[in-house]
C-alpha cells in the first residue's frame, strides 16, 4: 500500500521544555490532544533534514504506560517526515543504555546504521496512567542532544503550526521481531522490530570476561541477587545473569517489566528498592537470615544501579571510585588503561583521590550525564559516576545500570580468583574497606526535599547566592551552629566551562567547601515533575584509617546541622524532616 500524508494544523503547548533528561510529565499531561505530536514535530524540525529525511530512527522505551500508543504516533510521524527507516525494540522495551548502544553498533538486517532515537521513558518516576511519561532524543554518538538542540526543539514547540502524520499507515505489530515494508510518497520506509537484547548482550560480552564472572556466579560461596524494581532491566537481567553467566532464576526480584512498575517507584535508593533491601538484611526490622552476597537495583530504563553487599551499602560515588580503582586490573575492556575520570559537582570526592593517587586526567561536571559525553568524544575520559547512583563508562554515551553490576562482578571475580573454594570470599564490603585503607573515605549522604512550593525552592536557592559571597557571614553561622565544624574557606555558584567546546553551564548549584575537605552543596532537582525538589549534597573526607569504619548518618550530623541553618530550610519550606534520605 501507499501511504498518505496528512499536515495536522495544531498550536504552540505551553510547558515543552525539556529538563535534564527531555520531556517529562504525568500522562494527563501528555494525553492532550497533539502534545507528544508537537513534541516530536518540534524536534524533526530542529534536527538539520539529512538526520530525518532518508535517516534511520530507534524508538523504544522502559515500556511504561502510554508508551505503546506513542512508540505508534512516532512511527506515523516519522514516515511523514521522511525518515527511511524505524527500529523498535521487541514489545517497544530498549533499556536507555540499551539505545546507546543500538545507536552505536547495531548494523540493521539491510546493512543500515542509526542517526538517532526517541527513547520513551521517565526513568526513575513512577509510570501508569496517574504518574509519567517522558521522551527523549539521542544523536549520533548514542548521547542525549546537547543543549543547543533542546534549545531549539523548546524555541519550536513556542512556534509550531503543524505537524506531519501518516493516519492511514497501519498500526505495527511490535510483539513480533520482523521487517514491515511500506511505500509513501517519497518512497520506502521500514519498521524493524528486533531483539531487545541482543545487541547490548554482545557489547557486553566484549567489555567483560565473562568466563570469570560465570566462576564466581557458580561458587557454592556465591549468593546474588538483582532487584529491576519491574522495570526494562528485567529484559536483559534474564538473559545475561540467567542464561549467559549462570545465575539462579531465584536470584532475579522484579525482573517482568510492566507498565506501572507493579505500583512502584522504580528508583534504586535504600528507600525505594525496599525488597532488595531486606532481602539483604538492611531492612528496618532485619529478619533476613543470610542474605546474598551480593545485590543490585535498576531504575525504570536501566541506567541507574545500586550495589549492594551483605548487610552493607556501597554509595554510589565509592561505587564508581572503587571501579575506576580496579578497572584495569579486573576489566578487559580496560587492560591498556584509563584515559581519565569525571564526576558531576555534587558527586563525593573519593573518585577524585583515587585519580590524583593513579595519576590520572579528572573532570568535575555538572549534573547530567550529557556533560560526560563530550569527554569521552574527545577521548578523554573512560569512567564516570553521579551521586545520583549513575555510574558508566565511554562503551557507551549513556550511564548504565547493568554495566556497574558486571563491573562489580568482574571486580569480586578477580579478588576472589584464586580463592573461589577457599574457606571464605572477598566480599563487597571488604573491597571497599579496603579501599577506604588506601584511599581514605568520605562519610557523605543527601537530603532530597521533594515537592516543595516552587517559590520557596527558588527564594532558599537565591537567598543561598547571596550569602555565598560571604564568607564572613557564612562562617559566623557556621560557629553559631556548631563550633566543632571547621571553618568555610571557599563558596561558589559552580558554573562549568566544557573543555572540549568551550560552551559554559552556569547556576548549576551552590558549594561550601570546608578547611578540613568537608563539602555541602545545595541545588535544584531538573528531573521532578510536581513542584520542586531541593537537594542537600554532606560529605566529609576522613584519611586516617583507623576512623574510616563510623556510621555515616552519626558522623555527618553536625555538618548536617550547618547546612540547614545556612540554608534555612524549615523557615524557607516549612519542612523539619527531608522526604528521603540516600
Ligand atoms: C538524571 C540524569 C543524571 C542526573 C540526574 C540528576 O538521572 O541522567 O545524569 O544526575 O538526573 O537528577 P536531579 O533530579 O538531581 O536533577
Ligand atoms: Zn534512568
Redesign the pocket.
Known amino acids: 500500500m501507499v501511504f498518505k500524508v496528512s499536515k495536522v494544523s495544531t498550536t504552540p503547548i505551553d510547558g515543552q521544555k525539556p529538563g535534564?533528561?527531555g520531556l517529562r510529565k504525568k500522562v494527563k499531561v501528555f494525553i492532550q490532544p497533539h502534545y507528544l505530536q508537537n513534541f516530536v514535530q518540534s524536534t524533526f524540525n530542529a534536527l538539520t533534514p539529512e538526520k530525518v529525511r532518508g535517516a534511520t530512527l530507534v524508538v523504544s522505551g522502559d515500556g511504561r504506560y502510554l508508551s505503546k500508543d506513542a512508540i505508534q504516533i512516532i512511527i506515523k510521524m516519522s514516515a511523514a517526515n521522511g525518515v527511511r527507516r524505524v527500529w523498535v525494540g521487541q514489545n517497544g522495551l530498549l533499556s536507555t543504555p540499551a539505545v546507546s548502544a543500538v545507536i552505536r553498533e547495531r548494523v540493521g538486517v539491510d546493512g543500515s546504521r542509526a542517526n538517532g532515537a526517541f527513547i520513551l521513558t521517565a526513568?526513575?518516576n513512577p509510570g501508569g496512567p496517574h504518574e509519567d511519561f517522558g521522551i527523549k532524543y539521542n544523536m549520533e554518538n548514542g548521547g542525549p542532544a546537547p543543549e543547543a538542540i533542546t534549545d531549539k526543539i523548546f524555541e519550536n514547540t513556542k512556534t509550531i503550526t503543524e505537524y506531519l502524520i501518516a493516519e492511514d499507515l497501519p498500526n505495527i505489530d511490535i510483539s513480533t521481531i520482523g521487517v514491515a515494508n511500506f511505500l509513501g510518497p517519497e518512497g520506502q520506509f521500514d519498521v524493524e522490530v528486533f531483539d531487545s537484547a541482543g545487541d547490548y548482550v554482545k557489547l557486553m560480552k566484549s567489555i567483560f570476561d565473562f568466563e570469570l564472572i560465570c566462576k564466581l556466579l557458580s561458587s557454592s560461596k556465591f549468593t546474588f541477587c538483582y532487584d529491576a524494581l519491574h522495570g526494562v532491566a528485567g529484559a536483559y537481567a534474564h538473559r545475561i545473569f540467567v542464561e549467559e553467566l549462570g545465575a539462579q532464576e531465584s536470584s532475579l526480584l522484579n525482573c517482568v517489566p510492566k507498565e506501572d512498575f507493579g505500583g512502584g517507584h522504580p528508583d534504586p535508593n535504600l528507600t525505594y528498592a525496599k525488597e532488595l533491601v531486606a532481602r539483604m538484611g538492611l531492612g528496618k526490622s532485619d529478619s533476613a537470615v543470610d542474605p546474598p552476597e551480593f545485590g543490585a537495583a535498576a531504575d525504570g530504563d536501566a541506567?541507574?544501579n545500586m550495589i549492594l553487599g551483605k548487610r552493607f551499602f556501597v554509595t554510589p560515588s565509592d561505587s564508581v571510585a572503587i571501579i575506576a580503582a580496579n578497572a584495569v586490573d579486573a576489566i578487559p575492556y580496560f587492560s591498556s588503561g584509563l584515559k581519565g575520570v569525571a564526576r558531576?559537582m555534587p558527586t563525593s570526592a573519593a573518585l577524585d583521590v583515587v585519580a590524583k593517587n593513579l595519576n590520572l586526567k579528572f573532570f568535575e561536571v555538572p549534573?547530567?550525564?550529557k556533560f560526560f559525553g563530550n569527554l569521552m568524544d574527545a577521548g578523554l575520559c573512560s569512567i564516570c559516576g553521579?551521586e545520583?547512583f549513575?555510574t558508566g563508562s565511554d562503551h557507551i554515551r549513556e550511564?548504565d545500570g547493568i554495566w556497574a553490576v558486571l563491573a562489580w562482578l568482574s571486580i569480586l571475580a578477580f579478588k576472589n580468583k584464586e580463592n573461589l573454594n577457599g574457606d571464605k570470599l572477598v566480599t563487597v564490603e571488604d573491597i571497599v574497606r579496603q579501599h577506604w585503607a588506601i584511599h581514605g573515605r568520605h562519610y557523605y549522604t543527601r537530603y532530597d526535599y521533594e515537592n516543595v512550593d516552587a517559590g520557596a525552592a527558588k527564594d532558599l536557592m537565591a537567598c543561598l547566592v547571596k550569602l555565598q559571597s560571604s564568607l564572613d557571614e557564612i562562617n559566623s553561622i557556621v560557629k553559631g551552629a556548631r563550633s566543632d565544624v571547621s571553618n568555610v574557606v571557599n563558596a561558589d555558584e559552580f558554573e562549568y566551562k566544557d573543555p572540549v567546546d568551550g560552551s559554559v553551564s552556569k547556576h548549576q548549584g551552590i558549594r561550601f567547601l570546608f578547611e578540613d575537605g568537608s563539602r555541602l552543596v545545595f541545588?535544584l532537582?531538573?528531573?521532578?515533575s510536581e513542584g520542586a525538589?531541593i537537594?542537600l549534597y554532606i560529605e566529609q573526607y576522613e584519611k586516617d584509617s583507623s576512623k574510616t569504619g563510623r556510621d555515616s548518618q552519626g558522623a555527618l550530623a553536625p555538618l548536617v546541622e550547618v547546612a540547614l541553618k545556612l540554608s534555612k530550610m524549615l523557615e524557607f519550606t516549612g519542612r523539619s524532616a527531608p522526604t528521603v534520605i540516600t
Open positions: 535534564t533528561s526513568s526513575h541506567d541507574r558531576s549534573t547530567g550525564w553521579e545520583s549513575g550511564k541545588r532537582s531538573g528531573t521532578g525538589t537537594r
